[in-house]
Nanobody, 120 residues
Framework: QVQLVESGGGLVQSGGSLRLSCAAS????????MGWFRQAPGKEREFVGA????????YYEDSVKGRFTIARDNAKNTVYLQMNSLKLEDTAVYYC?????????????WGQGTQVTVSS
């Protein structure tokens, strides 16, 4: 089992920046990758980006490329989502998720979510 706790959400003006954190605990050794997802009101949850736990390779959804950066601190078992040049359409609840290498399912564990609101 992996437990995930997100923090860092809030209200920010358009063009501003925010950094989200996701602290993992439990069976850290089983993590293959950590992902960030978001869900805006009335919309389906969408993939934002991910990072390999080992090696640190990153992947991003097209709309956030060049604006968002995912990084990890393995010593702290924490993954970060640095969000720059925020737009109104980035408003959503952001979730981190852990993909368990021992499972055939994608992203087995999820955090509670943190609200990000971008205002004009």
């Amino acid at each position: 089992q992996v437990q995930l706790v997100e923090s860092g959400g809030g209200l920010v003006q358009s063009g501003g920046s925010l950094r989200l954190s996701c602290a993992a605990s439990g069976s850290i050794f089983s993590i293959n990758a950590m992902g960030w997802f978001r869900q805006a009101p009335g919309k389906e949850r969408e993939f934002v980006g991910a990072i390999r736990w080992s090696g640190g390779r990153t992947y991003y959804e097209d709309s956030v490329k060049g604006r968002f950066t995912i990084a990890r601190d393995n010593a702290k078992n924490t993954v970060y989502l640095q969000m720059n040049s925020l737009k109104l359409e980035d408003t959503a609840v952001y979730y981190c998720a852990a993909d368990d290498k021992t499972s055939t399912k994608l992203y087995d564990y999820w955090g509670q979510g943190t609200q990000v609101t971008v205002s004009s």
